[in-house]
């Protein structure tokens, strides 16, 4: 994907090549790439078919297990229907794999912040309360 903005650390975006888009053909046609891509994510997200996610694959999770946390290294990603004694919840899950290398858990995104924590430091508070 070719990126047409840049984000500054105060969260604020500027287009790649910020130029006065009245100035001449190129910036016209700058800025017509800007809101042809921004419309194209406006349409996808109210189709619901744009998703954020908490994480990337090859990021770390922490799980407390035995007490301790421990990492693991997320390795992919799946959306459908979770059973409960309720209702049926359509949910993201995330995979993840031990240290081995085998794929040993998964947990959906409703956990992260609960269960499963996207930094160590979360997951030792969690131990502690």
Known sequence: MERLT?????GLYESIN?????????SKANYDKLVKRL?????LEEQGKLLKLPCAVGDKVWDNDFGKPCSYTVTGFSIGKIDDEE???DEL???YRNWCGSIC???VVSEIGKSV??????AEAALKE
């Open 6 to 10: 840049i984000k500054y650390g105060d």
């Open 18 to 26: 910020p130029v006065d888009i009245f100035d001449n053909e190129y």
């Open 39 to 43: 419309g194209e994510y406006e349409d």
């Open 87 to 89: 209702n049926d919840i």
């Open 93 to 95: 899950e995330i995979y």
């Open 105 to 107: 858990c998964s947990c």
């Open 117 to 122: 924590f996207l930094t160590k430091e979360e």
